[in-house]
């Protein structure tokens, strides 16, 4: 007798046929399994034309089966255990026993996950955005034999990108953080108690609650405990049982959740009273009191909710693991990398910052039991500027992963769409949180391909070179707060892209999905080539013979006005983090679309005399303010409060219009008092670079006229990203008469 042996290949469905196979459920199915029913079940009749009919496995096994989950018919199939529980709450196996196929996965997210990745690895479906997916219009969809099982790389996945917050696509490209939007029917997520995700402190010991009667529960900073931009004094037993009891109630109040914070505010200011400094001290750390604290609210999280995770950061003054501290087993400390350079991978790279990150990593994945890392993969100052990282993105996965990290937040443009390469970036962060193994360039081809249709090649011409000023790693370094002004990128490159992303346009011209998405690919272009225009509205000091190198060009009304154009047409976008900062752009940009002459520029002058009005004062009322005085010739004075000394009154030299290369001085007409330590300044003045985070010129006066007076800093070069700055100087020995100083005038002058 012949023995027939069934193909290896089984063919799903076929258009123009009546549907042959039947999607099998169990019994008792979750949401999650119901909607990967659902999914399957759609994106087959979108393929094909066929509509898959779906059962539970309380009825028989069907002739042509795919079955979801841990059915009763799956072992029988199998011929062997499912072993379901080696797959996790996400990991799934997706193999062909002909004529069935079975994708195997738990009740949570796995079944889910297999769907997703039977039809993108095995039919091409791709979700590349909210807004944008290739289904492949198919006459047959045949699958070959198949048998692999996945499970992630990391047990928490949050691309903290805008559009990846999109429940279905999250859940499409297997993302579960705890900013995604994602229901019962996607699985759930890891996700965070709310009102506790990250920088808690003042949520779970208030100083307005607490300050008034327990200075003593929050920082000693300078032999002082500070109110404002405070921290809390970590080795005080009250604060201990405070924090313990708040967070405790958050618990009750959401037990589902898995994750609760309890973390530094964000800012400096830790405790450095004798207890406190005598740890961190001890530790070489100020980790050493924040873990030694948060272990101990740990321990009693333990006792009622063994399963939870007490999640703190290891971030900026905590980055350094501690000496000999550890942190509990339900302690998670989240290290951040916010100091690096993203240009090149963190352990290639030989900048300061990321060597000392790598050392961090390396420690606290010694002492820690589970790590979480929070990365970040744009310029939060200007999220729309080019920020080209993309090539960095997964050696440093790679290394979190083989660092033993279990959680991984990777911090992009989070509050609107369209930043640099957003999609993309979210697209590939997905996908290499999942696998980071998956070889960059066809995941990168794959995106162009689909994302861009006919103006990939174009794009792509972008963005090679685009990523080509960053391959040397003696470039400056990429930060993510770096000025649009920065020249690594120049003028020239910009005009180029611009004509590329013209003729991407082109070539798309006749499909709206396509133009839609180079239309707004474009922007951090055009957003690059607005804000690097000469603005002479911004100018407040003009000591220049060249005025006209400051004069805007006639197309800023056109480019203006395309901009607000496309961000209209957009919707959802954000400029900058800074609220402050994006709303100083768009009320500009309007004007300039409304006027369509730039202002005139005045004439040529080396010499200027302003008024102290020029000058930017941080926390006016506060570190100082305007008054009268009527031995100023205008009748008013800028007070600077000797309450402050770390500069509250600056000038940026982005609001001085200077000739580049060339020598000036700065003096300034101020009246002060003597302090009453002797030869103390009276006040401090100086130049600072923000770049190098140093120096140029500094001005310390022994002593000042209580009369007005010119004092002058020494000569230097300026350049656009330099600040002037002036500040009383604090006296500790004189702590309740403060004396004050008054600021008349600013004079700039060329000098050769």
Not at 135 to 152: A, N, V, Y
Not at 464 to 481: C, V
Not at 524 to 531: D, E, F, G, R, S
Request: with cysteine.
């Amino acid at each position: 007798m012949a023995c027939t042996i069934a193909p290896a290949q089984i063919t799903i469905a076929t258009r123009g046929e009546p549907a042959d196979y039947t999607i099998v459920l169990p019994a008792q199915a979750s949401p999650a399994q119901h909607h990967a029913g659902r999914e399957l079940q759609r994106f087959t009749e979108e393929m094909t034309g066929v509509r898959l009919p779906i059962i539970s496995d309380a009825h028989p096994l069907p002739e042509h089966a795919i079955v979801l989950g841990s059915t009763r018919h799956t072992e029988t199939i199998l011929e062997s255990s499912s072993d379901l529980a080696s797959l996790g709450p996400d990991g799934f196996r997706i193999t062909t026993k002909p004529p069935h196929l079975l994708i195997i996965g738990g009740p949570e997210r796995g079944t889910l996950y297999g769907v997703y990745e039977t039809l993108e690895q095995f039919a091409g479906c791709r979700w590349y955005s909210s807004w944008h997916h290739v289904i492949p219009q198919l006459e047959s969809w045949t699958l070959p034999e198949i048998d692999q099982t996945q499970r992630p790389a990391f047990s928490v996945r949050e691309p903290l990108w805008f559009d990846c917050f999109h429940g279905d696509w999250a859940a499409r490209n297997k993302i579960n953080g705890s900013r995604m939007e994602l229901g019962a029917h996607h699985g759930g997520k890891v996700r965070f108690g709310r009102g506790l995700f990250v920088h808690t402190f003042n949520t779970l010991c208030p100083p307005s609650e607490f300050f008034d009667h327990h200075p003593e529960y929050f920082s000693e900073v300078d032999g002082k405990r500070i109110h404002h931009r405070t921290q809390l004094c970590l080795t005080n037993p009250a604060v201990v049982r405070i924090v313990t009891q708040r967070l405790l109630e958050h618990i009750r109040e959401d037990p589902e959740a898995k994750l609760f914070s309890v973390s530094q505010n964000d800012w400096g200011n830790p405790c450095t009273c004798s207890y406190c400094k005598a740890i961190d001290d001890r530790e070489g750390s100020h980790a050493g009191s924040l873990i030694h604290f948060v272990n101990q609210v740990a321990t009693a999280v333990e006792k009622e909710f063994p399963d939870v995770w007490i999640e703190t950061l290891a971030y900026q003054y905590t980055r350094t693991p501690p000496k000999t501290v550890r942190p509990r087993h339900n302690v998670v400390p989240r290290l951040c990398s916010i100091e690096c350079d993203f240009s090149q991978p963190l352990a290639v790279s030989n900048y300061p910052q990321n060597e000392s990150f790598v050392s961090d990593l390396r420690g606290w994945s010694k002492i820690s039991h589970q790590l979480f890392i929070w990365d970040y993969t744009t310029n939060y100052r200007h999220y729309l500027a080019p920020f080209p990282n993309v090539l960095s993105l997964q050696k440093n996965i790679q290394l979190f992963r083989d660092q033993g990290v279990v959680g991984l937040l990777e911090q992009g443009a989070y509050q609107g769409r369209h930043a640099d390469f957003a999609e993309l970036k979210g697209w590939l962060l997905s996908k290499w949180m999942w696998n980071p193994d998956l070889p960059a360039e066809p995941l990168i081809d794959d995106f162009f391909s689909g994302y861009y249709g006919a103006a990939a090649p174009f794009v792509r011409r972008y963005f090679d070179e685009l990523h080509s000023f960053y391959d040397n790693p003696k470039s400056a370094p990429l930060r993510i707060y770096y000025h649009i002004s920065d020249r690594v990128i120049p003028d020239a490159f910009y005009a180029r892209a611009a004509k590329l992303w013209q003729q991407a346009e082109a070539a798309v011209h006749d499909s709206p999905a396509h133009l839609y998405n180079v239309r707004m690919g474009a922007l951090p272009v055009l957003y690059t080539q607005l804000m690097r225009m000469p603005n002479p509205d911004q100018i407040k000091i003009w000591v220049t013979e060249a005025p006209q190198l400051y004069q805007a060009p006639a197309t800023r009304h056109a480019l203006a006005t395309e901009v607000l154009k496309r961000m209209d047409e957009a919707g959802d976008i954000r400029l900058s983090e800074a609220w402050h900062l994006e709303q100083k752009s768009l009320n500009q940009w309007r004007h300039w679309a409304a006027t369509p002459k730039a202002p005139s520029v005045p004439a040529p002058q080396t010499k200027a005399l302003v008024e102290d009005t020029v000058l930017d004062l941080t926390n006016r009322g506060v570190w100082g303010d305007t008054i009268s005085d009527n031995r100023t010739n205008d009748g008013y004075a800028l007070k600077l409060f000797n309450s402050y000394g770390k500069r509250p009154a600056t000038l940026d030299f982005h609001h001085v219009a200077f000739d580049h290369g060339k020598t000036y001085r700065l003096r300034i007409r101020l009246r002060g008092k003597n302090h009453s330590q002797q030869n103390a300044p009276a006040f401090t003045a100086g130049i600072y670079d923000p770049r190098s985070k140093s120096a140029i010129v500094e001005l310390k006066p022994e002593s000042s006229s209580t009369d007005y007076a010119w004092y002058q800093l020494e000569d230097w070069i300026p350049e656009d990203h330099h600040i002037f700055w002036i500040a009383p100087a604090r006296d500790p020995a004189d702590t309740t008469a403060r004396p004050a100083v008054y600021l008349d005038k600013i004079e700039i002058l060329r000098v050769d």
